[in-house]
């Protein structure tokens, strides 16, 4: 995941890059988002479906 684009934060310009950065280099946007700790934040996967399940799965574990 990374930073969502979003024009109001200062560091917008830098997410852009970042977000270029991964899909430059085989990440797929999933369409997918998630609000952590007031941070807004797009999911990316190396697969072209992101099996949500999964996922979610995965947050749950490092939430404990």
Sequence with gaps: DLGGIDEQA???AQR???KHFYLQ???CETGY???YFGTR???LCLEEKLK???FAYLLDR???
Excluded: G, T
Aim: proline residues 0%; hydrophobic residues 40%.
């Design 10 to 12: 200062k560091n917008n």
């Design 33 to 35: 988002f998630m609000d």
């Design 41 to 43: 934040f797009e999911v």
């Design 25 to 27: 280099n085989d990440f």
């Design 52 to 54: 949500i399940s999964n």
């Design 16 to 18: 852009i890059s970042r």
């Design 62 to 64: 490092l939430n404990q």
